[in-house]
């Protein structure tokens, strides 16, 4: 049976919900201490970020800060999207556990792969309840930080079987094109339709992915 490769955030966790409150409050320290200029952010410009390891943003987003105050910024982030989730304030999206659900009940692997670390895994593990539908989990922190389509290599030979990479992301898009393997492009998520161009199928409602995969296996 097929391997469903999922990403986590903005294609099943609607991550803005907590992440853009929590960037904003860090932007807000930054800049009260003079680190950075003060200024406002869209959700556009933020929704950029999602995907995007934490090391590998702050390094990208910031470059000039100092090492220290970057890595500070970092965990000042990731414990306030942590809180946010404790308290109730993030949501998977709509549809998002049916649609699990039902590829489960269809007999399909549900592999989550995502660029996050080990406690944010464990805290949405537990608040969302991914046991449910997830056989199996992976994180980027587990392999040093490498690239998805590189963490793809080394967990293949782990599974039988063909695989379809669902995401939302040109991290996700670029894991199918690097290994041969078919993709599902989010348009609901928050990548540009540019990234999911190279998308064998895109779909802009999460409830669609089923009819994606059967399309795909034909």
């Not at 220290?68 to 993030?90: F, H, Q, T, V």
């Not at 944010?120 to 040093?144: N, P, S």
């Not at 690097?178 to 339709?193: E, K, R």
């Amino acid at each position: 049976m097929t391997n469903l490769i999922f990403d986590y955030d903005g294609t099943i966790h609607n991550s803005m919900l907590t992440y853009a409150p929590a960037f904003r409050g860090t932007m807000k320290w930054l800049s009260d201490n003079g680190y950075i200029a003060d200024r406002e952010y869209t959700d556009k410009e933020i929704s950029y970020w999602l995907g995007f390891n934490s090391t590998d943003m702050w390094g990208q987003f910031h470059p000039e800060l100092d090492t220290e105050i970057r890595e500070k910024a970092r965990i000042m982030l990731g414990e306030d999207m942590a809180r946010r989730i404790d308290n109730g304030e993030g949501a998977l999206y709509d549809g998002a556990e049916e649609t699990l659900a039902e590829l489960k009940r269809m007999g399909y692997t549900l592999i989550f792969l995502s660029n996050c670390r080990f406690h944010y895994l464990e805290r949405h593990k537990r608040v969302f309840k991914l046991d449910r539908f997830f056989d199996y989990f992976y994180c980027c922190e587990a392999f040093d930080f490498i690239p998805k389509y590189e963490i793809f290599r080394k967990i293949a030979p782990k599974h039988k079987g063909d695989f379809i990479v669902i995401g939302d992301r040109f991290h996700d898009i670029e894991t199918a094109a690097q290994n041969g393997l078919t993709s599902i492009g989010c348009g609901y998520g928050f990548g540009s339709h540019e990234e999911l161009m190279k998308a064998d199928i895109i779909v802009y409602d999460i409830c669609d992915i089923p009819k994606a995969v059967q399309l795909l296996e034909l």
